[in-house]
């Protein structure tokens, strides 16, 4: 059985840009910067990004989202960690949009918000 920094590790160098969310909810993508026992550095992407890379506890990791970005395939793929077979499953990413919800697996009932008469 792997520990949860050696799969992070063997993660971290599928692809350079990479994707995952806590276990709170929140997104993240960006760059793993430098992993340090059981914790990581992680560069955010973009131009309104902070300078200061961010740094993470791997158990703040929801690792049922990890996804990174493969130059070969170019676009985001999804990984997750087997342990019954000890390997990686690695699947194209489907866009949120195109997501079940998460509350019922039901879309949400449209609201009209305004009204032309």
Known sequence: MKTKALVFKEFSE???RVAFE???GL????YILDIRGETFSFGLGGPLAPEEPRWFD???VDFSSLSFY???ARKYMDARWDEASGSWKILPSVPAQE??????GKPPKRVTRWRLW
Not at 99 to 104: A, G, N, R, Y
Request: hydrophobic share 25%; proline share 5%; net charge negative.
């Open 27 to 30: 997104h993240f993508e960006g």
């Open 14 to 16: 599928m692809g350079f």
């Open 58 to 60: 791997m158990e703040d």
């Open 99 to 104: 997501q079940p919800h998460k509350q019922d």
């Open 22 to 24: 806590t276990v709170s």
């Open 70 to 72: 493969s130059e070969d």
